[in-house]
């Protein structure tokens, strides 16, 4: 079974920087995309960013200039590397990732269990 595993969260004061990690592992085949949802309280969850197996980025406007996804293929890992952070970025962090598993025969998502980040002083 593959399974997605996320770190990097934590509290952070306003304009402070934080770096998200989140390693896939498991009977995989191919991973086509990696990325990160958000949750806040009462909110629904919302695409951040994915990057695509070609290195080709989409991102939320909200953090278009402040966030950064890149990934590692060779580890399974995708990071998102958060600078000038707002109290308006808190919320549950969700990896997410699309994968052929090695038994299966489809691609399907896979989603990580969150990382809270916190944004406060």
């Known amino acids: 079974q593959v399974q997605l595993v996320e770190s990097g969260g934590g509290l952070v004061q306003p304009g402070g920087s934080l770096r998200l990690s989140c390693a896939a592992s498991?009977?995989?085949?191919?991973?086509?995309?990696m990325g990160w949802y958000r949750q806040a309280p009462g909110k629904q969850r919302d695409l951040v960013a994915v990057?695509?197996?070609?290195?080709?980025?989409n991102y939320a406007d909200s953090v278009k200039g402040r966030f950064t996804i890149s990934r590692d293929n060779a580890k399974n890992t995708v990071y998102m590397q958060m600078d000038s952070l707002e109290a308006e970025d808190t919320a549950m962090y969700y990896c997410?990732?699309?994968?052929?598993?090695?038994?299966?025969?489809?691609?399907?998502?896979?989603w990580g269990e969150g990382t809270l980040v916190t944004v406060s002083s």
């Open positions: 997410y990732a699309y994968i052929r598993a090695v038994v299966g025969g489809s691609a399907r998502n896979y």
């Open positions: 990057i695509g197996s070609d290195g080709n980025a």
């Open positions: 498991g009977s995989i085949f191919s991973i086509y995309a």
